[in-house]
């Protein structure tokens, strides 16, 4: 059983339409949860972290924790072309920081 | 606040030869992490470090893979005898330690090898 999965997609969504990404997690000690944006050929770059149960909003993006269902999601609001990317979930464990295979998104005009 | 950086961003290098890649992490965190990434995969786990002490290092690892921070600072990943299968981006991400530890990665090297 892999660390973290997630849904690789392709996920497509209108433009102006909220995307949903969602990841789940094995190690239920895991301690903090990131979401990161990577653009192809790109490094990942960091959007989003969450520490505790709930929601977390930043700008058009919502991060949402559960940790009895071990489920860590992204809501994008307003989808824009420019947010069409691989959508990287992240744990760490307290050890180490494992990443799932990401979840292709794409906006379409 | 310059960010993670990395030297080179690209390397072509032909099979049997040895490569080193820099990282020079933020500047005022103790921990750096070096990774690989393939083609539809995330980031696999390679090292770490904390300050100048190796941490951890993946089971995966090959030897002919080394890396050393001998100062806290950059780090070095050397891969010797390069291989086919050594083709990837190898990225580099530096945190400080703590309860909310945050990586924040470099721009990548990557390495073809011919």
């Known amino acids: 059983q892999k660390e973290v999965e997630q849904n690789s997609g392709p996920l497509s969504v209108p433009e102006g339409a909220i995307a949903s990404l969602n990841c789940t997690y094995s190690?239920?000690?895991?301690?903090?949860f990131f979401w990161y944006r990577q653009y192809s050929g790109k490094s990942p770059e960091l959007i989003m972290s969450i520490y505790s149960n709930g929601d977390k909003e930043d700008g058009r993006f919502t991060a949402q924790l559960n940790k009895a269902s071990q489920y860590v999601s992204l809501l994008i609001r307003d989808s824009q072309p420019s947010d069409s990317a691989t959508y990287l979930c992240a744990v760490n464990t307290g050890n180490q920081f494992y990443f799932g295979t990401g979840t292709s998104l794409t906006v379409i005009p | 606040d310059t960010g993670v950086s990395q030297d080179p961003r690209h390397k072509i290098t032909k099979r049997g030869q040895n490569v080193t890649f820099r990282c020079d992490p933020i500047?005022?965190?103790?921990?750096l992490y070096w990774y690989r990434q393939t083609l539809g995969q995330g980031p696999e786990f390679l090292t770490y470090?904390?300050?100048?002490?190796?941490?951890?290092k993946s089971r995966l690892l090959s030897d002919r893979f080394s890396a050393e921070r001998p100062k806290g600072s950059f780090s070095t990943l050397e891969i010797q005898r390069t291989e086919q299968g050594d083709s990837a981006m190898y990225l580099c991400?530096?945190?400080?330690?703590?309860?909310?530890?945050?990586?924040?990665f470099g721009p990548g090297t990557r390495l073809l090898v011919l």
């Open positions: 991400a530096s945190s400080k330690s703590g309860r909310q530890e945050t990586q924040y």
């Open positions: 470090f904390q300050n100048e002490a190796q941490l951890e």
């Open positions: 500047s005022e965190h103790n921990r």
């Open positions: 190690d239920r000690v895991s301690q903090s």
